[in-house]
């Protein structure tokens, strides 16, 4: 097994290895670009669909083989359609040059600046009962929802926000959608939720909290333009009543670390 080893590694040259170099970075890449929109969901429901595959054919399960077979033929065909979207904005990145960038994360200090402007922001706009959707995006990217508003790419401060929002202005219809420290957009439109269990009194701008927060791991701010209330959705359920304060608290622990779905779910508790 070592003299196989060795022979394998003999016959690799320096080309051979600026080529896996190339291929595994353009790999990556790929994967941050997919990783900001809902589509690296069917990529892993693909990848579960092949190993299912891989699996009944060493079981020898004929039938399960056969189906899974079928299945996936279906797929590749439709796989062009599916990522439509996500081809055309790799190409477009590619022509503009920003294939290559990087994103950044917060340090601790960024992240207590952009819960404090939160707070100012809707503190003020609940007391003046202007009605605000903020979306915080987190692991599960919302490309697919900031291409359904307008681009701003600015700061986020709680002067810029509570302009946003102020009646009758261009944007203060639809969701800002936060990525980072940066507003990405604004007048965005988020999917309803279907969920009929719903509270009567809630209305739109909350049903499209929940909606997209049930489709995504975002964490939704919401203040109603009726009652004022500051409220907070997030894994399709709705914590409402929040001050500043409390606000804070429920952020704070959410983006203080990448953390599984499954266990920040576990430990939500709405009231």
């Known amino acids: 097994m070592l003299l ?16 896996i170099v190339i291929v595994a970075y353009f790999l990556y890449k790929f994967y941050v670009m997919i990783r900001d929109t809902r589509a690296v969901a069917l990529l892993k429901g693909l ?12 079981l ?22 599916v990522f439509q979207p996500e081809l055309r904005r790799a190409l477009e990145q590619l022509g503009r040059g920003r294939f290559f960038q990087n994103s950044r994360q917060l340090n601790a200090e960024e992240k207590e600046n952009l819960f404090s402007e939160l707070a100012r922001t809707v503190t003020a706009l609940s007391k003046n009962k ?7 995006e987190r692991e599960t990217g919302l490309n697919d929802y900031i291409e359904t508003g307008i681009k701003v790419d600015g700061l986020v401060s709680s002067e810029f926000l509570i302009n946003i929002f102020i009646p009758n202005t261009p944007l203060h219809d639809g969701a800002v959608i936060i990525r980072a420290n940066r507003v990405q957009a604004a007048g965005c439109l988020l999917p309803l939720s279907d969920d009929r269990t719903l509270t009567k009194e809630l209305g739109t701008r909350h049903r499209a909290a929940i909606g997209i927060s049930e489709q995504t791991d975002a964490v939704v701010i919401i203040v109603s333009e009726e009652t004022g209330i500051i409220s ?35 430990s939500w508790r709405p009231s």
């Not at 196989?4 to 080529?19: A, H, N």
């Not at 020898?60 to 359609?81: C, F």
Request: glycine letters at 4%; hydrophobic letters at 55%; charged letters at 15%.
């Open 47 to 58: 990848i579960v669909l092949l190993l299912a595959t891989m699996v009944s054919r060493w």
């Open 130 to 136: 202007i009605g605000a959707l903020i979306v915080l």
């Open 232 to 266: 907070l959705a997030r894994g399709g359920r709705l914590h409402r009543y929040m001050d500043a304060e409390s606000l804070k608290e429920q952020l704070t622990p959410l983006f203080a670390a990448k953390s599984s779905s499954l266990s920040d779910l576990l």
């Open 60 to 81: 020898e399960l004929n039938v399960i083989n056969w189906l899974l077979q079928k299945t996936m033929t279906v797929v590749l065909v439709a796989l062009p359609v």
């Open 4 to 19: 196989q080893i060795r022979g394998i590694i003999s016959t690799i040259s320096f080309l051979d290895i600026i080529d």
